[in-house]
């Protein structure tokens, strides 16, 4: 039997507020408010610590809280898992409370609405609702509440794969990060999140000459550290690499649209047209489509000297860069160096792999089946995610991980900024568009038949 998808709306729409007006701002990072109103909520249902949820701390404040509705075990579980932890704010650019969790003109407000509280909080409700039809299961379905995915995972993700494993498992991962409305155009895209990209930051330091700040010189290691930035801005972006998710999703996609935008999308799959084709395809997430087919390359931190009078020695630019699948960061550093010039030198801070999982697995085919029905004329394809996410971490477990938040956007809505923007919030209709899709997915893998 279904469950009242209205109701289960209106039920997801009140935790949601409440998930939103705990505060989980990371950095810092305290996760500890929203983990203990999810206990509140299982609780409620009738599920106790330990045999049906457990909390973990992985320092103080730091909490995830997992959560297991057991299968007969003939087949290795489901895993929902959603991070609690939401970026900091700027909260005089806001025109509601970031914390607020307000329903307004049907949207939910406030800090993590979509990245990825809203999310988490509709994983929740399928998992109450899979208790409360108790539906026999084959395997079991895990839902992962966690800590840290803003900031380098290490509380939430990291922790649990590193410490206990045993929580979380699985054949298969669901998380944040896809198959919601995508305006291109004219045309709606449903992206099903199969890859990500790896990251490697890197430290760009400039060395000059020392001396008095009075006696000015070119050779100034602050002008060579702003030549290689502008460097850097004037080539627009790194060298264009086509990936094979990336031609699959561009070549799915053009088969669907009209002439000529068919023609311009094909065409993203060949390196050197890429960039003409972009201007040709107005409407088109121009940022997003540059990410998925080159490694990306973001100063973002600056240093250079000590005192006004002093010319320093040296200056450094913290660079984040992101690469496809299959570049190496030695990859990346080369085509950095290629274009900021020779005054520069490069060191590895820190780098991580990207990922990416079968298109052709049981799951990924019930996914794209289930978000063709949200939207019949919506074109539902395989993306890959230009940042990273707790998937790459959960990888290493060996869990095969789809972003996967379905549900329906209002046309115009603009996701894409909102994400980490100010005033960032959820249609309620979204919720309501999503949860029959979630609900057929779980029941459809795990439910005994
Ligand atoms: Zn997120």
Redo the contacts with the bound molecule.
Sequence with gaps: MQPNWAEATQETVKHLSRLIQAETMNPPGNELPAILMIKDILEREGLHSPGDFVIVESAPQRVNLIARLRGDGSQRPLLLSG?VDVVPVEREKWSRNPFGGEVINGEVWGRGAL??KGFLAMYLQIFLQVRRANLPLKRDLILAAIAD??AGFDHGSKFLVSQHRELISAEYGLT??GAFTIPMGKLRIYAIQVAEKGVTWLKMVTKGKPGHASLPHEDNAVFHLAQAIEKIRCAGHLPVHITPTFRAMVSKAATQAKFPVSIFLRGLSVPWIVSLCLKFLKGYPKTLLTALTTNTCTPTLLHAGQKTNVIPAEAFAHIDCRRLPGQSPEDVMREVLAIAGNRISLEPLDTSPGAAFPTDSPLYRLLEEETHKLDPQGIVIPMMMPGA?DACVYREAGITMYGFTPGRLPEGFPVLSL?HGHDERLPISFIESGLPVLWEVVRKFCAAL
Excluded: F, I, S, Y
């Design positions: 991070h990245d990825m995915e803003e944040e990060g996410t994400a």
